[in-house]
């Protein structure tokens, strides 16, 4: 895939944690993955920005299918996936809605949906923060956004992001209920 000249990646992190125990020994070890870009912010230094559609066309396509096959890819394939989520947080030079533009459309939410072969809404959640951010990704069923048992948060913490002009955009896979569930 190429990117566009607006999508400039300083970096991408993934975080995976394989939990065996949370008050017993779990019958099938819960995995969770997370996968962030650390991009410039396309808007920095341009004062407000009425119109933030253009841009978010051109890239959250792209940031969508990176992050979700590079998650998807860390998970073993989209059939081990079973709950995702997507947050983001803009560095302090920016606003908030820049965040929340990148993340909170189908432009975003499509190319995650089809590299799991789900149907719901993602959960996502958007703050502005400093560099040195911990980041809280909701994450809910892949295809029954109401099944309360696969809800559950994951933080991440990258300690030299979000810089002033960047934005953390990240997507976040599971492998099935949050462990010890049973709503």
Partial sequence: MSLSTSLSIRKIC?????VREDQRVLAQPFKHVIVAAV???????????EDLKPVVGEIAPQLGQ??????VGIMGGADKVQAFGKA?????GGDYE???ALIHTVLFGDPCRQAINGSAWM???QKVAPTGLTLELPMAH????????YYHTIPIFIPDAPRADEIVVAVGMASGTRPNARL
């Fill in 14 to 18: 993934a975080f995976q944690e394989d």
């Fill in 39 to 49: 991009i410039r912010n396309p808007w920095a230094g341009r004062g407000f920005v």
């Fill in 66 to 71: 990176l992050l979700a096959t590079h998650a």
């Fill in 88 to 92: 983001a947080a803009v560095g302090l």
């Fill in 98 to 100: 820049h965040a929340n």
């Fill in 123 to 125: 959960v996502g959640n």
């Fill in 142 to 149: 892949k295809d029954d956004a109401k099944n309360q048992n």
